[in-house]
């Protein structure tokens, strides 16, 4: 891609599957009859936006989602399950692909996430790949619950640029949510809307001209 050097990453339904329906289901399971408007891909309770920015904690959240329920009897452990169920997997040759492109840019991961997704990616990747980050796939990845920040808000993407010293004409931004495009946009990013499986990344780059 002309004069393209830094590409930002999402990683749910970009890099690694993540399936709404799924959690929808679970949550159904626990009570939540609203599941479909409570939790879903553009909008949903105000208590995931608190979470993927560290404004509760998972204790915090798990209360919440026992009041939505109105079960304070769910545990711990059906929560999360519930929870993580959202979390499907990724395909070694992304990793593979995500050095590839790394050799010819300058390449940031940036999710949207929470401190019990991220505990379960960590814990998957390092029974899996043998993976304890991605520190050799990314010059840096950024995690909204630790930033204190989400997408699509444009201060998350200005942090990134700032951190890295990057120009936002050269950079180009990749998320499966046209409303986090819309923010990178507003940015001054770049932007690509993944619409394609996660398993078909290789070929969305090709086609876009990235590698």
Known sequence: MEKVKNIIFDYGNVIFEINFKRTQAALIQLGITDAEHFFAHKNHNPLFDDFEIGGITPAEFRAGIRAAAANSALTDAQIDEAWNSLLIGVSAQNHDVLLTVKEKYRTFLLSNNNEIHYNWIV???????????????????????????????????????????????????IDDSPQHIEGAKKAGLHALLMDVHPEKLADFLKQHGII
């Open 123 to 173: 814990n998957y990747l390092q029974k899996e790949f043998g993976l304890d980050n991605y520190n050799q796939h990314f010059e840096k990845a950024y995690f909204s619950q630790q930033m204190r920040l989400r997408k699509p808000n444009t201060n998350i993407f200005e942090q990134v640029i700032k951190e890295n010293n990057l120009n936002p004409a050269e950079t180009l931004f």
